[in-house]
């Protein structure tokens, strides 16, 4: 969180500065790279695994390659162009199915509602009214709560994890099937449960599950229901789909094909290329035109007429034909925009902070508790949403005048709901004929229906009215988002944004005589202001608001506003989706480095503590590393010139990796096993062969663990190397660590399948009968590989040797290590890497950069220890 400065100063004290901070052992600080000079600030975490980008160029795909013709490649990309409409198609199918059921849930809800309210307004029985309300929400809501349950990822919009996505950071569940479905379930309820939550940002979640899910052709959910698909079986092909399906998300949400293309261009994807901008336009125009096409027939019977583009439309702003004197905008207006951009901006800073603190709340006391308590949670703010908004649209509201162009709809309004007649959003609750309660016209609406009220109603709305309204709904709708149902933050900003605009066009019409104002732009601008101020988006924003308007023209108040809403918010604080990324840990990496960066070198930033392989390494070595190291790739080395020579010319460099480093770290997700941090191997020639011994003492029928008699052993950690001396903080790293020279690099999911597919060979044989493994079998388990604990180690022998240079990739990124971070986190951001060696002029590997070691927390500490010690 930035320092707290200005206006907000009190605010952002108290909401994001002054929370107590969470007590964590050291083993929690030791996986989560946290210190305590942060102050109540969470950095990221170490146990998130990241996407590969890069293509590992190993005999394998080598054979691949060689059977690749432009005639197949031609065939591969018409595949490829084939699923992205599939993606399109079956997100605008989505989108149906969601707002289909959504607007019969509300209809039915307000229906029944509002004959009640009609009828005990004269007979006083309200309070029944009220209860055949909470009946319905708490209903909606209680199911919504349920289907988190099943599938915790659920909750929330989803734009922050699919964010992280795009970025390169694999968040465990986001795009699996169950949570595809509990998701749109999850936001159907929630929406039709009065909560103040939108389902246009859920879209974009659901899109992306979609397009990582339906390429694979297969499920872990539906086990049973397998297809033999033999594309698109990576990282990189994934996460592109993974980028159309959220722009077809966007598309689907605001009918924007174009504003949905630069979504996933801006928020996160860093490789990006031309052929990847036109799948995705054609993927977000499918998903566009597919639920125009039938929305339009459901709605309006005319099957093919395309008139309802997306979940969410504001309309066509146009001044009335008697008013000559109404312009839809000025050159006058841009400066009461611009003023609207700021306050949009401070609000929407206000808005971050506390949402912060809510959710920090959230994880001390309500997260640790068992899940019943996040249910309760839901169905109490659903009680106070539902109470206030009954109370407020009986209460507070004023009987305003209709006007003739309400009665009958001007042409913009009576676009949107030709289905219905233009008065069934008006609310006349307790106010006399041609008269309409203004509060309960905004209340008692579906969210899209107020929103469009205060775009184009021609009557006006009490500056009390509105200023009460904009408060209760911001302090609801930031009580809201968090908790554990599917909510969208899109809708809720908008419409209290509009108010905010509207209430400033009703002072500059009646206090300061502006009549050439028109209203509804105002409550687009502070649409815009409020949500800017809010998301901290600009490019892809401003193109999804011109798109919904359908109104080019408003192109540059729009830009302008969202662009000094950002400056004004980002002074004090993040945009929310990077507030809740922060609050997850995830290490997100930023578009560049700041310049004082470049002060440090890939030598500053690189982990020189390897754990490496040797080109051929026993099968009990392969298992020890891989069951006390949760590291996701090893180098491949040799560790002097002799071995070298003779590992070029083919003979074998057999090596028995021994555990010299034990400390307890936290597991990943899932796992409850305490796992070794570190460990590094050397040859058996430098080291007594007490594997040999035991091995040949042990029962065959034994299953004791291998690991576990290679751990009670006790070798000497630097063996030949110093002898008498002891590990110290004053060695050199020369003196630390011998020279290793780099052939390439394995992944950890390749060796567990090497080693669950028994690839290997006997000490006796050359390494040339070793079973070769295809492309299609190393990537058949794709993305789910198997885990290293679920090896049956009685299935293999200790003794037996695997050769590992036929399948690591020998041409990986590798960087000098006087590089300048700038360079370094470039080419690792650009290029979607997951791993980048650190190599020295002579070909010997000195360390290795992940991605935690570029996020501005870690890059920010070692700037500091450069300062020190300088």
């Not at 013709?69 to 591969?76: A, E, I």
Request: charged letters at 20%; one cysteine or more; proline letters at 4%.
């Amino acid at each position: 969180m930035a320092g707290c400065r200005g206006s907000l100063c009190c605010c952002c004290r108290w909401c994001c500065c002054c929370g107590e901070r969470e007590t964590r052992t050291p083993e929690e600080l030791t996986i989560l790279g946290e210190t305590q000079e942060e102050e109540d600030e969470i950095l990221p975490r170490k146990d998130y695994e990241s996407l590969d980008y890069d293509r590992c160029i190993n005999d394998p795909y080598l054979e691949v390659l060689e059977t690749m013709d432009n005639k197949k490649g031609r065939r591969y990309e018409a595949v490829k162009w084939m699923v992205v409409f599939a993606i399109g198609v079956c997100t605008g199918l989505v989108g149906l199915f969601v707002d289909f059921f959504v607007r019969l849930f509300t209809q039915l809800k307000f229906a029944v509602v509002q004959t009640s309210v009609e009828e005990c307004s004269q007979k006083g029985c309200l309070a029944l009214s009220l209860l055949e309300l909470l009946g319905f929400n708490l209903t909606f809501v209680f199911l919504a709560s349920l289907l988190v349950l099943i599938e915790p990822v659920a909750a929330g919009s989803g734009i922050p994890e699919v964010k992280c996505y795009l970025n390169g950071v694999k968040v465990p569940g986001i795009v699996r099937l169950r949570t595809l479905l509990c998701k749109i379930l999850g936001v159907l309820f929630s929406v039709a449960g009065g909560l103040f939550v939108g389902k246009e940002g859920p879209m974009i979640h659901s899109g992306s599950v979609v397009g990582a899910g339906l390429p694979q052709f297969q499920s872990i959910s539906l086990r049973k229901i397998q297809f033999n698909f033999p594309y698109f079986r990576s990282d990189r092909d994934k996460r592109d789909f993974v980028s159309a399906g959220a722009a077809a998300g966007v598309a689907a949400a605001f009918g924007a094909p174009i504003g949905g293309t630069l979504f996933s261009l801006e928020e996160g994807s860093s490789f990006w290329n031309q052929g990847l901008t036109w799948k995705v336009l054609f993927c977000s125009m499918s998903a566009t035109f597919t639920l125009n096409f039938f929305r339009s027939g459901i709605q309006f019977g005319s099957w093919g007429s395309f008139q309802l583009p997306g979940l969410l439309n504001f309309g066509e702003f146009k001044c009335s034909d008697s008013d000559k004197k109404c312009h839809l905008w000025t050159a006058m207006d841009l400066g009461f925009f611009i003023v609207m951009g700021v306050i949009g901006g401070l609000l929407g800073a206000t808005f971050n902070c506390l949402n912060k603190r809510l959710a920090k709340y959230r994880m001390r006391n309500v997260h640790p508790k068992p899940k019943l308590v996040r249910v309760l949670e839901s169905l109490l703010v659903s009680l106070v949403t539902t109470v206030v908004v009954f109370v407020a649209s009986m209460v507070l509201g004023e009987c305003r005048q209709i006007s003739s162009s309400s009665q009958i709809g001007n042409d913009s309004f009576q676009l949107q709901v030709t289905s219905e007649d233009v008065n069934s959003s008006i609310k006349t609750f307790f106010c006399p004929n041609d008269t309409y309660n203004d509060m309960a016209t905004l209340f008692f609406n579906p969210q899209e229906s107020a929103i469009l009220q205060l775009f184009h109603q021609d009557g006006t709305f009490s500056p009390v009215t509105l200023a009460l309204f904009f408060v209760l709904y911001f302090l609801l709708a930031c009580w809201t988002y968090g908790i554990s149902v599917p909510s969208g933050l899109f809708v809720p900003s908008l419409l209290c944004g509009a108010a905010f605009g509207r209430l400033v066009a009703n002072v500059l019409k009646s206090y300061i005589g502006l009549g050439h104002i028109y209203s509804g732009t105002f409550a687009l601008i502070g649409a815009a202001a409020f949500l800017g101020g809010v998301v901290r988006m600009t490019i892809s924003l401003t193109v999804i608001l011109i798109e919904s308007t359908n109104e080019i023209t408003y192109g540059l108040p729009i830009m302008v506003t969202l662009m000094v809403a950002k400056w004004t918010g980002d002074f004090f604080n993040k945009g929310i989706y990077d507030i809740h990324v922060g609050l997850r840990g995830v290490p997100l990496l930023e578009w560049e480095t700041e310049v004082e960066m470049d002060k440090l070198r890939a030598s500053d930033i690189m982990e020189p503590n390897l754990t490496y392989v040797y080109p051929h390494t026993r099968i009990q070595s392969l298992v020890s590393i891989l069951r006390t190291t949760v590291h996701h790739a090893f180098p491949v080395v040799t560790e002097n010139r002799g071995n070298e020579k003779e590992f070029m010319k083919g003979n074998q460099l057999i090596s028995n990796n021994i555990k010299f480093k034990k400390s307890s770290i936290l597991t990943r997700a899932g796992e409850q096993r305490k796992r070794s941090q570190s460990m590094k191997s050397y040859p058996s020639s430098e080291l007594r062969n007490m594997c040999d011994e035991h091995i040949t003492s042990e029962e065959p029928a034994e299953k004791e663990d291998l690991l576990q008699q290679m751990l009670e052993r006790r070798y000497t950690p630097y063996p030949n190397l110093y002898p008498d001396q002891s590990p110290s903080e004053d060695w050199t790293m020369e003196e630390r660590f011998r020279p290793l020279t780099f052939h390439g690099l394995i992944l950890r999911s390749q060796l567990v399948t090497l080693l669950v597919r028994g690839v290997c060979y006997s000490e006796s044989q050359s390494s040339a009968s070793q079973p070769r493994l295809s492309y299609a079998e190393m990537a058949e388990d794709y993305p789910r590989y198997p885990d290293i604990h679920d090896l049956d180690l009685t299935l293999l022998n200790p003794r037996m040797i695997v050769d590992v240079t036929p399948y690591m990739n020998p041409s990986p990124f590798t960087i000098s290590p006087n590089t300048h971070v700038s360079q370094v986190f470039n080419l690792f951001r650009t290029m979607g890497l997951r791993h980048l060696p650190v190599v020295n002029a002579v070909g010997e590997i000195v360390g290795i950069i992940t991605r935690h070691n570029l996020t501005y927390e870690f890059l920010q500490a070692r700037l500091r220890q450069h300062y020190q010690t300088i």
